[in-house]
Nanobody
């Protein structure tokens, strides 16, 4: 059982930067990949970024590539999402997710087994 808690979401202006954190606790089996997803009002949940256990492999949605960076510090049981050059289209609830065992940083929500409660990011125009 793994528990995930996101933090860092807030109201910012377009062009600002923001770093989200996801703290994990509980038992971990294998070397699971972790990812970030987001859901805006009236839209389906969408993939943002994912990272393998070692950090050697990452995947990004085209909409955030070049602006967002995912990283992890396994010693601190924490995954980060650094968001730069934010635009209003980035406004959403951001969710942290973890696979149960597998290390592949998948891009589909169904590949992840544990989810945080989400943190709200609002980017004003």
């Amino acid at each position: 059982q793994v528990q995930l808690v996101e933090s860092g979401g807030r109201l910012v202006q377009a062009g600002d930067s923001l770093r989200l954190s996801c703290a994990a606790s509980g038992r971990t089996f294998g070397r699971p990949a972790m990812g970030w997803f987001r859901q805006a009002p009236g839209k389906e949940r969408e993939f943002v970024a994912a990272i393998s256990w070692t950090g050697g492999m990452t995947n990004y949605a085209d909409s955030v590539k070049g602006r967002f960076t995912i990283s992890r510090d396994n010693a601190r049981n924490t995954v980060y999402l650094q968001m730069n050059s934010l635009v209003p289209e980035d406004t959403a609830v951001y969710y942290c997710a973890s696979r149960r065992v597998l290390a592949i940083p998948g891009v589909s929500a169904y590949e992840y087994d544990y989810w945080g409660q989400g943190t709200q990011v609002t980017v004003s125009s």
